[in-house]
């Protein structure tokens, strides 16, 4: 017996990524509510949909990024639309407290999260919350929710995209990649480091290598080196400065180019090479100290990127994370160095959606998790059932579910979209 909808959830639907920097939330609000559900919603329910959806800021730090809302979305058989909220990890203890106040328990007692955060505040979310979270790896998070990201419409746009005539800043414009035939791909997920995935299935992928050197580093060093309190005031001064007036570049060692190597006079040599000579420091302005840190912090991630493609084999490079949130600087620097130094054989490829790849797959999980207990069944009941096998080995089953002498067994599968689930229901004689 084939059913789509054979199993149903109790809302919230939702999932977090705890960073070391931020934490994002992710919220699926049902619109397809009937008047029978509707009837029977708890007011605890009814309080934290209407708290999540009719505000854009949660308190002084909290916000929901409205333009990245994926409307109308089809959900494991439900209508409704994808809300996308952050606000900084230090300001956790308080959407604890604020889910305690809202009774958040009497609906859900078990959370799915990922990230750092899911471990170091996982005592905060049992003593204050009275709530348990079950962890998630980071990286498979990411990896589903990238797939799922790109497999749905970005409310009529492409989520993929690149940037033409990166090199050519009058002629540089964004452009829609087809990202339909995914494999390989080399995923660089840029938080407050920065993580390499080389990915060559949804099943089959793995850590090639990382740098400590991310936008933690970025934020850092611009808050010790301009007094800058944000991440966006940090980039808004980048954006009005000149890394030149800090860097050393190859022609200021050369004269010009250095042309038995192939390096262009433009090329940075020594980042903050510059800042050795005293009338330099004096007329260096911080808006030039922050745009040679975003340069010095995107170059080096552009360079590890480019030698894991090329030991990898792989020439296409997504970036992702939070460091390119509304950071346009670092995605066309990040776009012309692959280009110019692979010698326009990888191509640089960006996401709408940059933040939130890993905890759209924790709403997945989320889900899967839910119905799971709904059934009783525990993670030492993960069984393939003599019957499932073939289903499991050929049709990428997530999750088998078979406790020995039971009747019914139910092994939740997917094709080609991760999110595209179907149940298979066996009956035992």
Same mark, same amino acid.
């Given at each position: 017996?084939?059913?789509?909808?054979?199993? $149903?959830?109790?809302?919230?639907?939702? =999932?977090?990524?705890?960073? =070391?920097?931020?934490?994002?939330?992710?919220?699926?609000?049902?619109?397809?509510?009937?008047?029978?559900?509707?009837?029977?919603?708890?007011?605890?329910?009814?309080?934290?949909?209407?708290?999540?959806?009719?505000?854009?800021?949660?308190?002084?730090?909290?916000?929901?990024?409205?333009?990245?809302?994926?409307?109308?979305?089809?959900?494991?058989?439900?209508?409704?639309?994808?809300?996308?909220?952050?606000?900084?990890?230090?300001?956790?203890?308080?959407?604890?407290?604020?889910?305690?106040?809202?009774?958040?328990?009497?609906?859900?007692?078990?959370?799915?999260?990922?990230? !750092?955060?899911?471990?170091?505040?996982?005592?905060?979310f049992r003593t204050i919350g009275n709530l348990h979270l079950h962890k998630l790896d980071e990286l498979d998070c990411?990896?589903?929710?990238?797939?799922?990201?790109?497999?749905? @419409?970005?409310?009529?746009?492409?989520?993929?995209?690149?940037?033409?005539? #990166?090199?050519? &800043?009058?002629?540089?414009?964004?452009?829609?990649?087809?990202?339909?035939? &995914?494999? &390989?791909?080399?995923?660089?997920?840029?938080?407050?480091?920065?993580?390499?995935?080389?990915?060559?299935?949804?099943?089959?992928?793995?850590?090639?290598?990382?740098?400590?050197? !991310? !936008? =933690?580093?970025?934020?850092?060093?611009? @808050?010790?080196?301009?007094?800058?309190?944000?991440?966006?005031?940090?980039?808004?001064?980048?954006?009005?400065?000149?890394?030149?007036?800090?860097?050393?570049?190859?022609?200021?060692?050369? =004269?010009?180019?250095?042309?038995?190597?192939?390096?262009?006079?433009?090329?940075?040599?020594? $980042?903050?090479?510059?800042?050795?000579?005293?009338?330099?420091?004096?007329?260096? @302005?911080?808006?030039?100290?922050?745009?040679?840190?975003?340069?010095?912090?995107?170059?080096?991630? !552009?360079?590890?990127?480019?030698?894991?493609?090329?030991?990898?084999?792989?020439?296409?490079?997504?970036?992702?994370?939070?460091?390119?949130?509304?950071?346009?600087?670092?995605?066309?620097?990040?776009?012309?160095?692959?280009?110019?130094?692979?010698?326009?054989?990888?191509? #640089?490829?960006?996401?709408?959606?940059?933040?939130?790849?890993?905890?759209?797959?924790?709403?997945?999980?989320?889900?899967?998790?839910?119905?799971?207990?709904?059934?009783?069944?525990?993670?030492?009941?993960?069984?393939?059932?003599?019957?499932?096998?073939?289903?499991?080995?050929?049709?990428?089953?997530?999750?088998?579910?078979?406790?020995?002498?039971?009747?019914?067994?139910?092994?939740?599968?997917?094709?080609?979209?991760?999110?595209?689930?179907?149940?298979?229901?066996?009956?035992?004689?």
């Amino acid at each position: 017996l084939r059913v789509n909808e054979f199993l $149903s959830t109790a809302f919230p639907w939702f =999932g977090m990524d705890i960073g =070391g920097t931020l934490v994002k939330l992710s919220y699926f609000e049902p619109i397809d509510i009937t008047a029978e559900e509707e009837q029977e919603e708890v007011e605890s329910l009814k309080s934290i949909r209407k708290y999540l959806t009719s505000n854009v800021a949660y308190g002084s730090t909290g916000i929901r990024d409205v333009h990245l809302e994926l409307k109308d979305l089809t959900l494991f058989g439900r209508r409704g639309n994808l809300h996308f909220i952050r606000f900084p990890t230090q300001d956790l203890p308080t959407f604890i407290q604020m889910g305690r106040d809202k009774n958040f328990s009497t609906l859900h007692t078990v959370l799915c999260a990922t990230g !750092g955060g899911a471990y170091k505040f996982e005592k905060d979310f049992r003593t204050i919350g009275n709530l348990h979270l079950h962890k998630l790896d980071e990286l498979d998070c990411l990896v589903k929710g990238l797939l799922y990201i790109d497999s749905v @419409s970005f409310n009529g746009q492409a989520e993929c995209y690149y940037f033409a005539n #990166a090199s050519e &800043p009058e002629r540089c414009q964004k452009m829609p990649f087809n990202l339909d035939d &995914p494999y &390989p791909l080399l995923v660089v997920n840029i938080g407050s480091g920065v993580s390499i995935l080389a990915v060559h299935s949804k099943d089959n992928y793995k850590r090639v290598t990382g740098t400590s050197l !991310g !936008g =933690g580093t970025f934020l850092g060093l611009c @808050s010790l080196l301009t007094g800058c309190e944000s991440f966006e005031e940090a980039l808004e001064m980048a954006s009005k400065g000149d890394s030149t007036h800090a860097d050393k570049l190859v022609r200021d060692i050369y =004269g010009g180019d250095y042309e038995r190597f192939g390096l262009p006079g433009w090329a940075v040599a020594s $980042s903050f090479g510059n800042m050795i000579y005293k009338e330099k420091r004096e007329s260096v @302005s911080k808006e030039d100290l922050a745009r040679a840190t975003l340069v010095t912090i995107t170059n080096n991630i !552009g360079s590890v990127a480019r030698m894991c493609a090329d030991n990898e084999k792989i020439n296409r490079v997504v970036f992702v994370g939070n460091f390119l949130r509304v950071n346009t600087l670092s995605m066309k620097l990040l776009a012309y160095a692959l280009d110019y130094w692979s010698k326009g054989q990888l191509k #640089a490829l960006f996401l709408e959606h940059e933040v939130f790849k890993s905890y759209t797959g924790i709403l997945w999980s989320s889900w899967c998790t839910s119905w799971a207990a709904k059934f009783q069944l525990k993670a030492s009941d993960n069984k393939c059932h003599p019957r499932g096998t073939e289903n499991h080995r050929h049709n990428c089953c997530i999750i088998c579910h078979w406790k020995p002498g039971n009747k019914r067994i139910i092994i939740p599968k997917f094709t080609v979209n991760p999110f595209a689930l179907e149940f298979v229901l066996y009956f035992e004689s």
